[in-house]
């Protein structure tokens, strides 16, 4: 099978020219509390084809016979692994760890993920984003996201001490505890654009009867909506400086699905926008684990989203809003940011475009002139989140928040046995059933390898680590397979996307005994 995969590869190889990188640090700059945190990308299967522009590599460039020690490495360099205090004098944290990885199909990465504790209201935020069309409309959205939701949970009297800071030139008291990755980085020069904008959102809530902030739930919908509506205005209004007008529309014209979870005193609200998913693992009583969704997709798969799509549009345009599985044809998730082009007048689009054209390469910003068939009646897509909730019992013991690169190699059941197993350390095995004792003596053998397989000790500390260990190297008989594994980590960059999907996982721990 794998010699088959190099051969395919090394026919389709071929030479091109590097991408440009996104420039280093933002709005953490203004509200990060905290000195000794560090503050701070081709088109998706979401789109379609190969993004130009993008380093691709000849057979000569690659080698396949990775060794263990490489493969680590690949696998371990963005990994992140933070213990949160108990006690912090404002009550027990339900969070007790969590760790966090992703690994790169596409270059640059288009996922992103964030997590921050809420400094002015209660619990913490975590959310992975998955961007497409490019990484620049998920990386803002990771940046100031969890900063609208937790301004509209605090109360009001915690937004005026925020405006008269504003209004007097003083200190701004901190909004969030960022946990950042060493190799994460920040829209600098959209930092002051970022900061008015969140002035102006909680100047809106002072004016209206904001009280003692919304509940998680009403947040989540809230800030969700009025980001989507802010990166659309950014893009359209007139800027000053010329790299940061280009950094807005870049961002409006790309997209990102979204799913964020807010773990508190009172459970877990997660708000999903997209094909991200959020599962929680929990320890039956037997010491067996299940998994039990948080979110559900907003794909072709989920049929009522597929009707609530096709209910907002004249009938004329059932059998064409979505077709061959994506919205137009064209998109795979049926919410997300951004993605204006599927909510702007074609004449927006063109204008916006078209002032552009004299100043900047449309093409280095991921932005092209086409049309989307069929479209008649926009907007065809929003970023109005789908929020559950979710009681904490005492057998709940972690989440996984997940792009849809790893739920598109490993299913809830399965990622919450490999989270489960290397949690325990136990290997819960089913008894050979009455059909499997009638099997041959080869087939007998198979059984028992993958069962073998199933109980091998766990080659990484880190859980998100080995949630994308598992997922890219998983052999015929759930064993890792590491030649699999090697080929994968190994593709050249013009090559990886077609076999897999860039891949970010957070592993939430809970304080099951508060």
């Not at 963005?78 to 596409?106: C, T, W, Y």
């Not at 009001?156 to 209004?167: A, G, I, Q």
């Not at 799913?259 to 959020?278: L, Q």
């Not at 059932?318 to 997300?336: H, K, N, Q, S």
């Amino acid at each position: 099978m794998w010699r088959r995969l190099y051969a395919s590869i090394l026919q389709r190889a071929s030479k091109g020219t590097d991408f440009f990188n996104a420039p280093q640090c933002s709005l953490l700059e203004v509200f990060h509390p905290s000195p000794h945190l560090q503050p701070g990308q081709q088109l998706h299967t979401h789109t379609l084809g190969i993004q130009p522009g993008r380093c691709l590599s000849t057979h000569q460039d690659f080698d396949f016979q990775l060794s263990r020690i490489q493969i680590n490495s690949i696998l371990r360099s963005n990994e992140q692994s933070v213990s949160i205090p108990e006690f912090d004098g404002r009550g027990v944290k339900l969070v007790k760890k969590f760790e966090s990885n992703h690994l790169a199909a596409n270059t640059p990465n288009e996922d992103r993920h964030s997590a921050a504790i809420c400094l002015q209201a209660k619990g913490m935020l975590f959310g992975v984003f998955d961007g497409h069309g490019g990484w620049a409309c998920a990386q803002a959205v990771s940046e100031r996201l969890l900063y609208y939701i937790t301004i509209a949970m605090m109360p009001k009297s915690s937004l005026e001490e925020l405006e008269v800071c504003m209004e007097h030139g003083r200190p701004v008291p901190p909004i969030l505890q960022w946990y950042k990755h060493h190799a994460d980085f920040n829209y600098r020069d959209s930092a002051s654009l970022y900061i008015d904008h969140l002035r102006v959102f909680w100047q809106e809530l002072l004016n209206e009867e904001h009280g003692e902030g919304m509940c998680p739930s009403d947040a989540m919908h809230y800030a969700f909506r009025r980001l989507d509506a802010d990166i659309s205005l950014e893009a359209q209004v007139p800027l000053s400086c010329d790299l940061m007008r280009s950094t807005a529309i870049q961002v409006a014209f790309a997209g990102s699905t979204a799913c964020v979870a807010h773990i508190g005193p009172d459970g877990i609200h997660v708000a999903n926008a997209g094909d991200c998913r959020a599962v929680l693992g929990v320890q039956e009583a037997d010491g067996s684990w299940s998994a039990m969704p948080l979110s559900q997709d907003h794909n072709f798969q989920n049929r009522a989203e597929v009707e609530r799509i096709r209910g907002q549009h004249p009938s004329s345009e059932r059998d064409t809003v979505i077709t061959d599985e994506r919205l137009l044809g064209v998109l795979m998730p049926l919410r997300a940011f951004g993605d204006v082009r599927f909510k702007w007048s074609h004449e927006l689009q063109q204008s916006i475009l078209d002032g552009l054209e004299s100043r900047v390469d449309l093409e280095s910003l991921n932005l092209y002139h086409y049309t989307l068939p069929n479209y008649l009646t926009p907007p065809y897509l929003d970023a109005v989140p789908e929020v559950t909730y979710h009681k904490v019992r005492p057998q709940d013991r972690f989440l996984i928040l997940g792009t849809d690169g790893l739920w598109d190699e490993l299913g809830n059941e399965e990622a919450v046995r490999l989270i489960g197993e290397h949690l325990s350390g136990i290997h819960v095995q089913a008894p050979v059933s009455q059909s499997e004792r009638q099997l041959k003596l080869g087939q007998m053998h198979k059984l028992l390898l993958k069962r073998q397989a199933r109980a091998s000790p766990a080659t990484d500390s880190n859980a998100a680590t080995h949630l994308i260990r598992h997922a890219l190297g998983t052999g015929e008989y759930g064993e890792l397979c590491q030649e699999r594994l090697a080929s994968m980590l190994a593709l050249p960059e013009d090559l990886a996307r077609m076999y897999r999907d860039d891949i970010t996982a957070t592993v939430v721990y809970l304080n099951h005994h508060s």
